[in-house]
């Protein structure tokens, strides 16, 4: 008698950049380490397997997904693991309230974390004529960045170093459908020659600082020694309390310190974090965080798995 039961994978993971190849190699290299079948789905496989899924010919129990932020070619694959896998890393739901800059600007307020001073403007498709108040652009100060809201992605849309309302009026038409932040420029503070500004990573419990200098993006590891000696643990409560207003599983922050001893989330949620190896490109991640990353998600699919058969006892 035939057997109509679907080929069952443990973890599946949408990818659609090709720089992404090495994270998702260490990604199935920690997962097969321990026993966790994994598949791949790019662009090309994509309409394929949406085939086998409708045919009910093949299943998957945990979702980790970098490809939907890039092409929408890939939301109903998306929607079907809402649906039906059991782990999802990073659900959909939340990265789609979490990348909204406006929203979290007002939530990081709310629950008194530092933020750039903004003005939030509404889309261009909903609103076409702006009135500046020049008093509220000069609180902002003579250079200011442009950034849209929900536009992510390699700093896409951003505008640094920013002085007339011309330049923001041409902005807002570049994403018309976006809301945009005006936003002061902040400028860190120095210890020992390095810029205050940190890239954290938070990943399935652990928060991961680093030195990213936002001049060069070169990243250097954040010691423990640093930590102390710089006194820098607000690192880690300022990434707790992102992390419990955004519910990510895996994400990066931007902080600054500044002169004045104060904490500045600077890019407030970012769902897709660029993973390639430093020793390969020089604004790539530390290697060792990379790996540890990789080991972390596979630790993650593992556990939820542990806990799934043991329901079944």
């Given at each position: 008698?035939?057997?109509?039961?679907?080929?069952?994978?443990?973890?599946?993971i949408?990818?659609?950049w090709e720089?992404?190849?090495?994270?998702?190699?260490?990604?199935?290299?920690?997962?097969?380490l321990r026993?966790?079948s994994t598949?791949?789905?790019?662009?090309?496989?994509?309409?394929?397997?949406?085939?086998?899924?409708?045919?009910n010919?093949?299943?998957f129990?945990?979702?980790?997904d970098?490809?939907?932020?890039?092409?929408?070619?890939?939301?109903?694959?998306?929607?079907?693991?809402?649906e039906?896998?059991?782990?999802?890393?990073n659900?959909?739901?939340?990265?789609?309230?979490?990348?909204?800059?406006a929203?979290?600007?007002?939530?990081?307020?709310t629950?008194?974390?530092y933020v750039?001073n903004?003005?939030?403007?509404?889309?261009?498709?909903?609103?076409?004529c702006i009135?500046?108040?020049?008093?509220?652009?000069k609180?902002?100060?003579?250079?200011?960045?442009?950034?849209?809201a929900?536009t992510?992605?390699g700093?896409?849309?951003?505008?640094?170093n920013?002085v007339?309302?011309?330049?923001?009026?041409k902005?807002?038409?570049?994403?018309?459908?976006d809301?945009?932040?005006?936003?002061?420029?902040?400028?860190?503070t120095?210890?020992?020659g390095k810029?205050?500004?940190?890239?954290?990573y938070f990943?399935?419990?652990?928060?991961?600082?680093?030195?990213?200098?936002?001049q060069?993006h070169?990243?250097?590891?954040?010691?423990?020694?640093?930590?102390?000696c710089?006194?820098?643990s607000g690192?880690?409560?300022?990434?707790?309390?992102?992390?419990?207003?955004?519910g990510?599983?895996?994400?990066?922050s931007?902080?600054?310190?500044?002169k004045d001893?104060?904490?500045?989330?600077?890019?407030?949620?970012?769902?897709?974090?660029?993973?390639?190896?430093?020793?390969?490109?020089?604004n790539?991640a530390p290697d060792?965080i990379?790996?540890?990353?990789?080991?972390?998600?596979?630790?993650?699919v593992?556990?939820h798995?542990?806990q799934?058969?043991e329901?079944k006892?």
């Amino acid at each position: 008698m035939k057997d109509n039961k679907p080929q069952l994978y443990n973890l599946a993971i949408a990818w659609n950049w090709e720089f992404d190849s090495d994270f998702i190699s260490g990604i199935e290299h920690e997962c097969s380490l321990r026993g966790i079948s994994t598949y791949k789905i790019d662009t090309n496989h994509l309409p394929h397997l949406l085939g086998d899924i409708k045919d009910n010919k093949i299943t998957f129990e945990a979702f980790f997904d970098r490809a939907s932020d890039a092409d929408p070619h890939f939301l109903p694959l998306v929607k079907w693991m809402e649906e039906h896998a059991t782990c999802l890393i990073n659900p959909y739901h939340r990265v789609t309230h979490a990348i909204d800059k406006a929203n979290m600007h007002l939530e990081f307020i709310t629950n008194g974390l530092y933020v750039p001073n903004t003005i939030i403007l509404s889309p261009y498709n909903e609103q076409r004529c702006i009135s500046m108040d020049e008093k509220e652009l000069k609180n902002i100060g003579n250079f200011f960045v442009i950034k849209p809201a929900n536009t992510t992605g390699g700093g896409t849309g951003v505008i640094m170093n920013a002085v007339s309302i011309s330049e923001i009026i041409k902005a807002r038409q570049e994403h018309k459908n976006d809301k945009y932040l005006i936003q002061e420029t902040i400028i860190p503070t120095i210890f020992e020659g390095k810029r205050a500004w940190f890239r954290v990573y938070f990943a399935f419990g652990e928060i991961i600082p680093c030195w990213w200098d936002d001049q060069t993006h070169r990243y250097t590891e954040l010691t423990k020694n640093e930590e102390s000696c710089f006194n820098l643990s607000g690192l880690r409560n300022t990434m707790s309390i992102i992390q419990r207003i955004c519910g990510l599983d895996f994400f990066s922050s931007e902080i600054a310190l500044t002169k004045d001893g104060k904490l500045v989330v600077v890019d407030y949620v970012n769902e897709v974090c660029d993973m390639r190896l430093q020793s390969k490109y020089y604004n790539g991640a530390p290697d060792d965080i990379v790996h540890k990353i990789e080991q972390l998600i596979a630790e993650h699919v593992k556990t939820h798995l542990n806990q799934k058969n043991e329901n079944k006892l």
